[in-house]
């Protein structure tokens, strides 16, 4: 079956930047989503990757290599708001989402 | 902008009642879905639908049951509630049924279900 690997939990300081990585198995791979999830609230789209190499969308940029199974999320200049769960999400070969269990993040002053 | 909506928020219900949970998208999305969450697990895909008047078995379908009447209403039915359907519940959905993965889910802002 398919597995997804992310930490559970990052600590960092404001303004600072962290990266949150995601491995996941290779067969049938058809995309990698990340989602913003704050405590208590329903997950929102960040990015989306199906080519290899770094998107960019402001403070947040998303990578990944398709060679390698290996995404992560880069989050620059961060900011009290940014503290929440960030969930990474494969598109498997039937086109169905395969959800990490989230990381975790807690941003400190 | 409503986007989707589910109702209710929270429930508390006796093991062996049933319940449905109900989600309403106004966005026109063809596909739309039910994952439940649970604490140190990813979201687990409960049933979805392509398009309305279909629907299919996701992760963990046991214990629920859907319908798709309409494009707008996807409900999901516990006919006999079990402690271990005690979840946060989402629904969502995405423009296109074609090319599931490669569409935003947008998603609702879930029901807390405790079943004692």
């Known amino acids: 079956g398919q597995n997804i690997d992310q930490p559970t939990e990052m600590t960092a300081t404001e303004g600072a930047i962290v990266q949150i990585n995601c491995t996941y198995q290779?067969?049938?791979?058809?995309?990698l989503f990340w989602y913003q999830q704050h405590a208590g609230e329903a997950p929102t789209f960040l990015s989306y990757n199906v080519l290899d190499g770094l998107e960019e969308k402001g403070r947040f940029s998303s990578f990944l290599s398709r060679s390698k199974g290996y995404s992560y999320l880069l989050l620059k200049e961060l900011q009290m708001k940014d503290s929440a769960s960030y969930l990474c999400?494969?598109?498997?070969?039937?086109?169905?989402?395969?959800w990490g269990a989230g990381t975790k993040l807690i941003i400190k002053p | 902008t409503a986007g989707i909506t589910q109702a209710p928020t929270s429930q508390i219900l006796a093991a062996g009642r049933s319940m449905t949970l109900r989600c309403t998208q106004d966005?026109?999305?063809?596909?739309m879905y039910w994952y439940r969450q649970d604490l140190g697990l990813g979201l687990r895909l409960i049933h979805y639908?392509?398009?309305?008047?279909?629907?299919g078995k996701g992760e963990v379908p046991d214990g629920y049951s859907v319908s798709r009447a309409n494009t707008d209403d996807f409900p999901l039915t516990l006919a006999s509630a079990v402690p271990s359907q005690t979840s946060v519940y989402f629904c969502?959905?995405?423009?296109?049924?074609?090319?599931?993965?490669?569409?935003?889910?947008?998603f609702g802002p879930g029901t807390r279900l405790t079943v004692l």
């Open positions: 969502a959905s995405s423009e296109s049924a074609g090319g599931l993965g490669r569409d935003t889910q947008y």
């Open positions: 966005m026109r999305h063809n596909a």
């Open positions: 999400a494969e598109v498997d070969s039937n086109y169905q989402l395969i």
């Open positions: 639908s392509n398009t309305a008047g279909t629907t």
């Open positions: 290779t067969s049938g791979f058809n995309g």
